[in-house]
Protein backbone atom coordinates (compact mmCIF):
# COMPACT_ATOMS: atom_id res chain seq x y z
CA UNK A 1 0.00 0.00 0.00
CA UNK A 2 3.04 2.49 -0.09
CA UNK A 3 2.65 3.40 4.02
CA UNK A 4 6.18 4.37 4.24
CA UNK A 5 9.81 4.36 2.47
CA UNK A 6 12.76 3.44 4.15
CA UNK A 7 15.45 5.91 4.53
CA UNK A 8 18.56 7.18 6.59
CA UNK A 9 17.99 8.65 10.04
CA UNK A 10 17.70 12.73 9.24
CA UNK A 11 19.96 14.71 11.44
CA UNK A 12 18.24 16.94 13.77
CA UNK A 13 14.80 15.62 12.75
CA UNK A 14 11.90 14.67 15.59
CA UNK A 15 12.19 10.45 14.89
CA UNK A 16 9.04 9.13 16.60
CA UNK A 17 8.67 5.76 18.57
CA UNK A 18 6.62 2.64 17.47
CA UNK A 19 4.63 0.38 19.35
CA UNK A 20 2.41 -2.62 18.56
CA UNK A 21 -1.45 -2.43 19.92
CA UNK A 22 -3.50 -5.58 20.79
CA UNK A 23 -6.87 -5.40 20.83
CA UNK A 24 -10.19 -7.77 21.11
CA UNK A 25 -12.70 -6.73 18.78
CA UNK A 26 -16.33 -7.83 20.33
CA UNK A 27 -20.10 -8.56 18.84
CA UNK A 28 -22.80 -6.34 20.33
CA UNK A 29 -23.76 -9.23 22.49
CA UNK A 30 -19.74 -9.15 24.44
CA UNK A 31 -18.64 -12.46 22.05
CA UNK A 32 -15.16 -12.07 20.51
CA UNK A 33 -15.31 -11.25 16.73
CA UNK A 34 -11.48 -10.99 16.29
CA UNK A 35 -8.29 -10.90 17.51
CA UNK A 36 -6.47 -7.42 16.03
CA UNK A 37 -2.81 -6.22 16.12
CA UNK A 38 -1.60 -2.98 14.78
CA UNK A 39 1.58 -1.29 14.11
CA UNK A 40 1.28 1.60 15.70
CA UNK A 41 3.35 5.50 16.80
CA UNK A 42 3.25 7.54 19.49
CA UNK A 43 1.56 10.51 18.41
CA UNK A 44 2.50 11.97 22.26
CA UNK A 45 5.59 12.64 20.74
CA UNK A 46 5.04 14.33 17.98
CA UNK A 47 5.51 18.43 17.78
CA UNK A 48 2.91 20.58 16.80
CA UNK A 49 4.15 22.83 13.53
CA UNK A 50 6.55 20.19 12.85
CA UNK A 51 5.22 16.94 12.63
CA UNK A 52 1.26 17.76 12.76
CA UNK A 53 -1.21 20.90 12.35
CA UNK A 54 -5.17 20.15 12.17
CA UNK A 55 -6.47 17.12 13.94
CA UNK A 56 -10.09 17.72 14.45
CA UNK A 57 -12.34 14.73 12.32
CA UNK A 58 -15.91 14.32 13.03
CA UNK A 59 -18.23 11.55 13.94
CA UNK A 60 -21.45 11.12 12.94
CA UNK A 61 -23.85 12.49 15.85
CA UNK A 62 -26.23 9.76 17.31
CA UNK A 63 -29.44 11.66 16.75
CA UNK A 64 -28.94 10.98 13.37
CA UNK A 65 -28.25 7.55 13.89
CA UNK A 66 -31.18 7.23 15.71
CA UNK A 67 -33.36 9.58 13.05
CA UNK A 68 -32.73 6.91 10.36
CA UNK A 69 -33.32 4.02 11.99
CA UNK A 70 -36.81 5.42 12.92
CA UNK A 71 -37.07 6.12 8.84
CA UNK A 72 -35.97 2.45 8.15
CA UNK A 73 -38.70 1.10 10.41
CA UNK A 74 -41.30 3.71 9.08
CA UNK A 75 -40.17 3.33 5.22
CA UNK A 76 -39.30 -0.48 5.75
CA UNK A 77 -35.80 0.68 4.11
CA UNK A 78 -33.33 -2.23 3.39
CA UNK A 79 -29.87 -1.09 5.39
CA UNK A 80 -26.84 -2.97 5.38
CA UNK A 81 -23.04 -2.05 7.05
CA UNK A 82 -19.59 -1.75 6.00
CA UNK A 83 -16.42 -1.52 7.58
CA UNK A 84 -13.30 0.12 6.16
CA UNK A 85 -10.07 -2.13 6.23
CA UNK A 86 -7.08 -0.70 8.08
CA UNK A 87 -8.85 2.70 7.29
CA UNK A 88 -6.33 5.45 8.29
CA UNK A 89 -3.56 4.04 6.27
CA UNK A 90 -5.74 5.00 3.13
CA UNK A 91 -4.89 8.40 3.08
CA UNK A 92 -2.29 10.49 2.54
CA UNK A 93 0.13 12.27 4.85
CA UNK A 94 -0.69 16.03 3.73
CA UNK A 95 1.95 17.88 1.90
CA UNK A 96 4.25 20.29 4.18
CA UNK A 97 4.05 17.34 7.14
CA UNK A 98 7.19 15.31 7.08
CA UNK A 99 7.12 12.44 9.88
CA UNK A 100 9.68 10.12 10.73
CA UNK A 101 9.49 6.82 12.47
CA UNK A 102 11.54 4.20 14.25
CA UNK A 103 11.25 0.85 12.38
CA UNK A 104 9.22 -1.71 14.17
CA UNK A 105 10.93 -4.36 16.53
CA UNK A 106 12.23 -7.44 14.07
CA UNK A 107 12.73 -5.53 11.61
CA UNK A 108 14.90 -2.70 12.81
CA UNK A 109 18.05 -1.86 10.62
CA UNK A 110 21.05 0.63 11.78
CA UNK A 111 20.81 4.20 10.50
CA UNK A 112 17.79 3.47 9.25
CA UNK A 113 14.10 5.06 9.93
CA UNK A 114 10.49 4.99 8.11
CA UNK A 115 9.07 7.82 6.27
CA UNK A 116 5.15 7.82 6.46
CA UNK A 117 3.70 8.60 3.17
CA UNK A 118 0.37 7.33 4.53
CA UNK A 119 -0.82 7.95 8.15
CA UNK A 120 -0.80 5.39 10.32
CA UNK A 121 -3.08 4.31 14.03
CA UNK A 122 -1.97 6.66 16.82
CA UNK A 123 -0.74 10.07 14.63
CA UNK A 124 -2.94 12.92 16.21
CA UNK A 125 -3.86 13.94 12.67
CA UNK A 126 -4.88 10.60 10.91
CA UNK A 127 -8.64 10.91 12.21
CA UNK A 128 -9.32 13.93 9.87
CA UNK A 129 -6.18 12.72 7.40
CA UNK A 130 -9.10 9.87 7.12
CA UNK A 131 -12.04 11.83 6.93
CA UNK A 132 -11.21 14.09 4.61
CA UNK A 133 -10.06 10.69 1.93
CA UNK A 134 -13.71 9.10 2.88
CA UNK A 135 -15.49 12.74 2.11
CA UNK A 136 -13.72 12.75 -1.40
CA UNK A 137 -14.03 8.87 -2.43
CA UNK A 138 -18.08 9.58 -1.25
CA UNK A 139 -18.00 12.53 -3.43
CA UNK A 140 -16.62 11.30 -6.32
CA UNK A 141 -19.20 8.04 -5.98
CA UNK A 142 -22.46 10.98 -6.08
CA UNK A 143 -22.73 11.34 -2.21
CA UNK A 144 -23.75 14.49 -0.97
CA UNK A 145 -22.26 15.74 2.27
CA UNK A 146 -24.86 17.10 4.67
CA UNK A 147 -24.39 20.79 6.00
CA UNK A 148 -26.25 19.64 8.89
CA UNK A 149 -23.87 16.37 9.82
CA UNK A 150 -20.86 16.39 8.15
CA UNK A 151 -20.66 12.35 8.87
CA UNK A 152 -23.87 12.33 6.76
CA UNK A 153 -23.84 11.66 2.78
CA UNK A 154 -26.88 11.79 1.14
CA UNK A 155 -27.38 10.30 -2.95
CA UNK A 156 -30.14 9.91 -5.13
CA UNK A 157 -30.95 6.22 -3.74
CA UNK A 158 -28.83 5.81 -0.62
CA UNK A 159 -28.23 7.34 2.43
CA UNK A 160 -24.76 6.43 4.64
CA UNK A 161 -23.74 8.30 7.49
CA UNK A 162 -19.76 6.94 9.07
CA UNK A 163 -18.53 6.73 12.24
CA UNK A 164 -14.29 7.22 11.73
CA UNK A 165 -14.31 3.49 9.25
CA UNK A 166 -17.71 2.22 10.47
CA UNK A 167 -20.21 2.64 7.71
CA UNK A 168 -24.27 2.40 7.59
CA UNK A 169 -26.38 2.30 4.08
CA UNK A 170 -29.88 2.67 4.24
CA UNK A 171 -31.85 2.29 0.72
CA UNK A 172 -35.49 1.39 -0.28
CA UNK A 173 -33.46 -1.43 -2.66
CA UNK A 174 -30.35 -3.19 -1.32
CA UNK A 175 -29.02 -3.24 -5.07
CA UNK A 176 -28.61 0.08 -4.92
CA UNK A 177 -26.63 -0.25 -1.81
CA UNK A 178 -24.47 -3.06 -3.47
CA UNK A 179 -23.89 -0.39 -6.34
CA UNK A 180 -22.82 2.38 -4.28
CA UNK A 181 -20.51 -0.44 -2.35
CA UNK A 182 -18.84 -0.98 -5.78
CA UNK A 183 -18.44 2.09 -6.79
CA UNK A 184 -16.15 2.84 -3.37
CA UNK A 185 -14.37 -0.53 -4.07
CA UNK A 186 -13.32 0.36 -7.54
CA UNK A 187 -12.48 4.29 -5.97
CA UNK A 188 -10.01 2.36 -3.45
CA UNK A 189 -11.94 2.06 -0.80
CA UNK A 190 -10.92 -1.45 1.11
CA UNK A 191 -14.94 -2.13 2.28
CA UNK A 192 -16.32 -5.15 3.74
CA UNK A 193 -20.15 -5.25 3.45
CA UNK A 194 -22.27 -7.65 6.26
CA UNK A 195 -25.47 -8.38 5.41
CA UNK A 196 -27.54 -6.23 6.88
CA UNK A 197 -27.33 -3.27 9.77
CA UNK A 198 -27.88 -5.59 13.13
CA UNK A 199 -24.88 -4.13 15.36
CA UNK A 200 -23.22 -0.63 15.21
CA UNK A 201 -20.40 0.55 17.54
CA UNK A 202 -21.88 -2.09 20.75
CA UNK A 203 -25.59 -1.29 19.76
CA UNK A 204 -27.75 -4.25 18.70
CA UNK A 205 -30.61 -3.56 16.23
CA UNK A 206 -33.23 -6.13 16.17
CA UNK A 207 -36.34 -5.93 14.13
CA UNK A 208 -39.25 -8.30 15.47
CA UNK A 209 -40.42 -10.38 12.02
CA UNK A 210 -43.74 -10.27 13.74
CA UNK A 211 -44.49 -6.35 13.97
CA UNK A 212 -41.33 -4.61 12.17
CA UNK A 213 -40.74 -2.71 15.25
CA UNK A 214 -36.61 -2.50 15.69
CA UNK A 215 -35.41 -2.65 19.71
CA UNK A 216 -32.25 -1.09 20.00
CA UNK A 217 -29.80 -3.03 22.99
CA UNK A 218 -26.64 -3.33 24.31
CA UNK A 219 -26.55 -6.95 26.43
CA UNK A 220 -23.34 -7.42 26.35
CA UNK A 221 -22.30 -4.36 28.03
CA UNK A 222 -24.75 -4.47 30.06
CA UNK A 223 -22.92 -8.09 31.28
CA UNK A 224 -19.75 -6.16 31.32
CA UNK A 225 -21.55 -3.78 34.11
CA UNK A 226 -22.88 -6.24 36.04
CA UNK A 227 -20.02 -8.64 36.09
CA UNK A 228 -17.73 -5.63 37.48
CA UNK A 229 -20.29 -5.13 39.75
CA UNK A 230 -20.08 -8.23 41.44
CA UNK A 231 -23.86 -8.99 40.36
CA UNK A 232 -23.18 -12.09 38.63
CA UNK A 233 -24.71 -14.44 41.12
CA UNK A 234 -27.61 -15.88 40.80
CA UNK A 235 -28.72 -14.75 44.19
CA UNK A 236 -28.63 -10.81 43.44
CA UNK A 237 -31.77 -9.63 43.51
CA UNK A 238 -33.50 -7.10 40.98
CA UNK A 239 -34.41 -3.35 41.22
CA UNK A 240 -37.81 -2.04 39.45
CA UNK A 241 -35.72 1.38 39.49
CA UNK A 242 -32.47 2.69 38.82
CA UNK A 243 -32.40 5.74 41.35
CA UNK A 244 -34.27 5.96 44.94
CA UNK A 245 -36.88 8.60 45.53
CA UNK A 246 -34.30 10.81 47.31
CA UNK A 247 -31.69 12.82 45.64
CA UNK A 248 -28.18 11.45 45.67
CA UNK A 249 -25.91 14.17 47.73
CA UNK A 250 -21.96 14.55 48.18
CA UNK A 251 -22.36 12.45 51.87
CA UNK A 252 -18.59 14.16 52.92
CA UNK A 253 -18.89 12.90 55.84
CA UNK A 254 -20.29 9.42 54.88
CA UNK A 255 -18.59 6.17 55.21
CA UNK A 256 -15.47 5.73 52.55
CA UNK A 257 -15.23 3.72 49.30
CA UNK A 258 -14.44 0.19 49.71
CA UNK A 259 -13.10 -0.07 46.43
CA UNK A 260 -14.72 -3.22 45.34
CA UNK A 261 -14.57 -2.45 42.04
CA UNK A 262 -13.15 0.47 39.68
CA UNK A 263 -15.89 3.61 39.97
CA UNK A 264 -14.38 5.84 37.21
CA UNK A 265 -15.16 2.60 35.11
CA UNK A 266 -18.77 1.55 35.91
CA UNK A 267 -19.47 5.31 35.46
CA UNK A 268 -17.80 5.68 31.77
CA UNK A 269 -19.88 2.18 30.70
CA UNK A 270 -23.01 3.12 32.11
CA UNK A 271 -22.61 6.85 30.77
CA UNK A 272 -22.15 5.04 26.80
CA UNK A 273 -25.38 2.84 28.03
CA UNK A 274 -27.49 5.91 29.11
CA UNK A 275 -26.37 7.89 26.09
CA UNK A 276 -27.68 5.24 23.59
CA UNK A 277 -30.27 2.64 23.95
CA UNK A 278 -31.40 3.69 27.95
CA UNK A 279 -32.76 7.22 28.69
CA UNK A 280 -34.39 5.20 31.93
CA UNK A 281 -31.10 5.31 34.10
CA UNK A 282 -29.79 8.75 32.33
CA UNK A 283 -30.40 10.70 35.29
CA UNK A 284 -29.37 8.26 37.70
CA UNK A 285 -26.36 7.60 36.02
CA UNK A 286 -25.70 11.54 35.90
CA UNK A 287 -26.29 11.60 39.77
CA UNK A 288 -23.39 9.38 40.41
CA UNK A 289 -21.14 10.61 37.87
CA UNK A 290 -21.49 13.89 39.88
CA UNK A 291 -18.55 12.09 42.33
CA UNK A 292 -16.61 10.35 39.96
CA UNK A 293 -13.38 11.81 41.75
CA UNK A 294 -14.21 11.16 45.49
CA UNK A 295 -16.94 8.38 45.61
CA UNK A 296 -18.26 7.35 49.55
CA UNK A 297 -19.45 4.24 49.88
CA UNK A 298 -23.47 5.43 49.46
CA UNK A 299 -22.08 6.18 45.77
CA UNK A 300 -20.73 2.44 45.58
CA UNK A 301 -24.70 1.36 46.56
CA UNK A 302 -26.03 3.97 44.24
CA UNK A 303 -24.21 2.24 41.10
CA UNK A 304 -25.05 -1.01 42.62
CA UNK A 305 -28.71 -0.03 42.42
CA UNK A 306 -28.48 0.54 39.00
CA UNK A 307 -26.55 -2.92 38.14
CA UNK A 308 -29.61 -4.27 39.98
CA UNK A 309 -32.12 -2.68 37.39
CA UNK A 310 -30.17 -3.21 34.66
CA UNK A 311 -30.26 -7.02 35.94
CA UNK A 312 -33.59 -7.32 36.11
CA UNK A 313 -34.47 -5.68 32.79
CA UNK A 314 -30.81 -7.10 31.04
CA UNK A 315 -32.91 -8.20 27.92
CA UNK A 316 -34.75 -4.95 26.96
CA UNK A 317 -33.70 -1.43 25.25
CA UNK A 318 -34.95 1.07 23.38
CA UNK A 319 -38.35 0.42 21.03
CA UNK A 320 -38.60 2.11 17.96
CA UNK A 321 -42.00 2.52 17.64
CA UNK A 322 -42.28 5.26 15.38
CA UNK A 323 -45.88 6.64 14.38
CA UNK A 324 -47.02 7.16 10.88
CA UNK A 325 -46.73 11.46 11.44
CA UNK A 326 -42.87 12.62 11.07
CA UNK A 327 -43.76 14.96 14.51
CA UNK A 328 -41.32 16.32 16.65
CA UNK A 329 -42.03 16.64 20.24
CA UNK A 330 -39.67 18.25 23.15
CA UNK A 331 -40.28 17.77 26.72
CA UNK A 332 -38.19 19.98 29.13
CA UNK A 333 -38.35 20.04 32.76
CA UNK A 334 -36.44 21.45 35.82
CA UNK A 335 -35.92 20.43 39.10
CA UNK A 336 -35.47 23.45 41.28
CA UNK A 337 -32.99 23.49 43.81
CA UNK A 338 -33.47 19.57 43.96
CA UNK A 339 -30.58 19.42 46.56
CA UNK A 340 -31.52 21.98 49.07
CA UNK A 341 -31.98 20.44 52.35
CA UNK A 342 -29.86 17.20 52.02
CA UNK A 343 -26.83 18.62 51.43
CA UNK A 344 -24.88 21.27 53.45
CA UNK A 345 -26.94 24.36 52.65
CA UNK A 346 -23.18 26.33 52.75
CA UNK A 347 -22.12 24.09 49.87
CA UNK A 348 -23.15 26.83 46.22
CA UNK A 349 -23.78 23.24 44.45
CA UNK A 350 -26.62 22.41 46.59
CA UNK A 351 -28.67 25.24 45.26
CA UNK A 352 -28.31 24.40 41.61
CA UNK A 353 -31.44 23.30 39.70
CA UNK A 354 -31.73 20.51 37.43
CA UNK A 355 -32.56 20.27 33.73
CA UNK A 356 -33.97 17.23 31.95
CA UNK A 357 -35.58 16.72 28.83
CA UNK A 358 -36.22 14.76 26.05
CA UNK A 359 -36.85 15.06 22.19
CA UNK A 360 -38.82 12.44 20.29
CA UNK A 361 -39.55 12.00 16.68
CA UNK A 362 -42.86 10.42 15.49
CA UNK A 363 -42.94 9.41 18.98
CA UNK A 364 -39.08 7.76 19.74
CA UNK A 365 -36.60 9.29 21.73
CA UNK A 366 -33.83 10.77 19.69
CA UNK A 367 -31.73 12.95 22.20
CA UNK A 368 -32.20 13.06 25.82
CA UNK A 369 -30.31 14.63 28.81
CA UNK A 370 -30.40 15.07 32.38
CA UNK A 371 -27.67 17.56 33.95
CA UNK A 372 -27.40 19.69 36.83
CA UNK A 373 -27.52 23.94 35.39
CA UNK A 374 -24.73 25.85 35.11
CA UNK A 375 -26.15 29.21 37.16
CA UNK A 376 -28.31 29.25 40.14
CA UNK A 377 -32.06 29.80 39.67
CA UNK A 378 -33.52 31.71 41.55
CA UNK A 379 -37.44 30.60 41.42
CA UNK A 380 -38.92 27.80 39.78
CA UNK A 381 -39.80 30.25 36.50
CA UNK A 382 -36.21 31.25 36.21
CA UNK A 383 -34.95 27.28 36.29
CA UNK A 384 -37.86 26.30 33.87
CA UNK A 385 -36.70 28.98 31.22
CA UNK A 386 -33.19 27.86 31.26
CA UNK A 387 -34.61 24.16 31.10
CA UNK A 388 -36.36 25.33 28.11
CA UNK A 389 -33.16 27.69 26.58
CA UNK A 390 -31.05 24.46 27.17
CA UNK A 391 -33.75 22.17 25.35
CA UNK A 392 -34.22 24.69 22.15
CA UNK A 393 -30.59 24.55 21.73
CA UNK A 394 -30.68 21.17 20.87
CA UNK A 395 -34.11 21.45 19.26
CA UNK A 396 -33.57 23.57 16.41
CA UNK A 397 -30.67 21.37 14.70
CA UNK A 398 -32.89 18.08 14.74
CA UNK A 399 -36.01 20.23 13.04
CA UNK A 400 -33.38 21.04 10.23
CA UNK A 401 -32.47 17.52 10.42
CA UNK A 402 -35.78 15.57 10.37
CA UNK A 403 -36.73 18.12 7.34
CA UNK A 404 -33.77 16.91 5.50
CA UNK A 405 -33.91 13.68 5.68
CA UNK A 406 -38.40 13.68 5.23
CA UNK A 407 -37.94 15.51 2.50
CA UNK A 408 -35.42 12.69 1.13
CA UNK A 409 -37.79 9.99 1.62
CA UNK A 410 -40.80 11.91 0.85
CA UNK A 411 -41.99 12.41 4.81
CA UNK A 412 -42.62 16.46 5.36
CA UNK A 413 -41.93 17.86 8.73
CA UNK A 414 -45.45 17.85 10.94
CA UNK A 415 -46.05 20.31 13.45
CA UNK A 416 -43.37 20.87 16.14
CA UNK A 417 -45.00 20.61 19.83
CA UNK A 418 -42.87 22.05 22.80
CA UNK A 419 -44.17 20.28 25.90
CA UNK A 420 -43.75 22.28 28.88
CA UNK A 421 -44.24 20.96 32.69
CA UNK A 422 -46.50 23.50 34.50
CA UNK A 423 -46.18 23.72 38.27
CA UNK A 424 -47.03 26.59 40.28
CA UNK A 425 -45.43 29.96 38.92
CA UNK A 426 -44.17 27.98 35.61
CA UNK A 427 -47.37 29.32 34.04
CA UNK A 428 -45.75 32.48 34.00
CA UNK A 429 -42.07 30.98 32.20
CA UNK A 430 -45.36 30.18 29.66
CA UNK A 431 -46.10 33.30 28.98
CA UNK A 432 -42.30 34.43 29.28
CA UNK A 433 -41.77 31.94 26.15
CA UNK A 434 -44.55 32.69 23.81
CA UNK A 435 -45.21 36.36 24.02
CA UNK A 436 -44.22 38.78 21.42
CA UNK A 437 -43.21 41.78 22.92
CA UNK A 438 -41.86 40.16 25.59
CA UNK A 439 -43.35 40.39 28.77
CA UNK A 440 -40.63 40.97 31.25
CA UNK A 441 -40.84 42.05 35.18
CA UNK A 442 -38.54 43.64 37.54
CA UNK A 443 -38.03 40.08 38.87
CA UNK A 444 -37.01 38.60 35.42
CA UNK A 445 -35.20 41.17 33.52
CA UNK A 446 -31.94 39.92 35.02
CA UNK A 447 -31.93 36.81 33.15
CA UNK A 448 -34.06 37.56 30.10
CA UNK A 449 -31.86 38.74 27.43
CA UNK A 450 -29.46 35.44 28.23
CA UNK A 451 -32.14 32.65 27.78
CA UNK A 452 -35.17 34.09 26.16
CA UNK A 453 -33.20 34.30 23.09
CA UNK A 454 -35.44 31.59 21.71
CA UNK A 455 -38.50 33.21 21.33
CA UNK A 456 -38.22 34.98 17.60
CA UNK A 457 -37.28 31.38 16.76
CA UNK A 458 -40.49 29.67 18.22
CA UNK A 459 -42.56 31.86 16.23
CA UNK A 460 -40.75 31.85 12.96
CA UNK A 461 -40.65 28.09 13.25
CA UNK A 462 -44.21 28.15 14.13
CA UNK A 463 -43.68 26.15 17.10
CA UNK A 464 -46.31 25.37 19.82
CA UNK A 465 -46.30 25.86 23.47
CA UNK A 466 -48.58 23.61 25.19
CA UNK A 467 -49.66 23.19 29.01
CA UNK A 468 -49.07 19.16 29.82
CA UNK A 469 -49.91 17.81 33.00
CA UNK A 470 -47.19 16.61 35.18
CA UNK A 471 -48.46 12.90 35.68
CA UNK A 472 -47.61 13.18 31.28
CA UNK A 473 -44.02 14.59 31.52
CA UNK A 474 -41.47 12.58 29.77
CA UNK A 475 -38.84 15.09 31.20
CA UNK A 476 -39.50 14.13 34.53
CA UNK A 477 -37.37 10.63 34.21
CA UNK A 478 -34.85 12.95 33.90
CA UNK A 479 -35.18 15.60 36.69
CA UNK A 480 -35.69 13.53 39.53
CA UNK A 481 -36.20 9.57 41.26
CA UNK A 482 -39.21 8.36 41.32
CA UNK A 483 -41.97 5.91 42.84
CA UNK A 484 -42.29 2.78 40.45
CA UNK A 485 -45.54 3.44 39.53
CA UNK A 486 -44.61 6.95 37.81
CA UNK A 487 -41.46 6.18 36.56
CA UNK A 488 -42.94 2.67 35.02
CA UNK A 489 -45.07 4.59 33.39
CA UNK A 490 -43.43 7.48 32.17
CA UNK A 491 -41.09 4.50 30.74
CA UNK A 492 -43.72 2.93 28.80
CA UNK A 493 -44.53 6.36 27.45
CA UNK A 494 -40.98 6.60 26.34
CA UNK A 495 -39.13 3.64 25.37
CA UNK A 496 -42.03 0.97 24.92
CA UNK A 497 -41.99 -1.53 27.81
Same mark, same amino acid.
Given at each position: ??V???????????????????????????????????????????????????????V????? /??????? #?V?L??????????????????? *?????????????????? /???????????????R??????? *?????????????????????? @??????V???????????????????????? @????Q????????? @?????????????????G?????? *??????L???????????A??????A???????E?????? /?????????H??????????????Y???????????????G????????????????????????????????????????P????????? /???????????????????????? #???? @???????????????????L????????????????I???????????????????????????????????I??????????D???????????????????Y????????
Amino acid at each position: MGVWEVVDRPEGANVIDSTWAFRIKRFPDGLIKKFKARFCVRGDQQVHGIDFFETYAPVVQWTT /VRLMLIL #EVLLKLKSKQGDITAAFVHADVE *EGENIYVEMPRGFRKQGK /VLKLKKTLYGLRQSPRAFWLYLT *EKMNLCGMEQSTLDPCLFIGKK @VICICYVDDLIFWAMDEADIDALADQLIAAG @VSLEQESDAAGFLG @VRMEIDPKTGLMEMKQTGLIDRVI *ETLGLDLGTTSGKFTPAEAKPLVKDADGEPALGEFSYSSV /VGMLLYLAGHTRPDIAYAVNCCARYMFCPKRSHELALKRIGRYLKATRDRGLVLNPSKLLKVDCYPDADFAGLYGHENSSDPSCVKSRTGF /VITVANCPVLWQSKLQTETALSTM #EAEI @VALAHSCRELFPIMDMVTLLGTKVGLPLKETTMNVSIHEDNAGALVLAETLPPQFTPRSKHYAIKTIWFREQIVKRKIKLVKIDTVEQLGDLFTKGLTRVTFEYLRRKLIGW
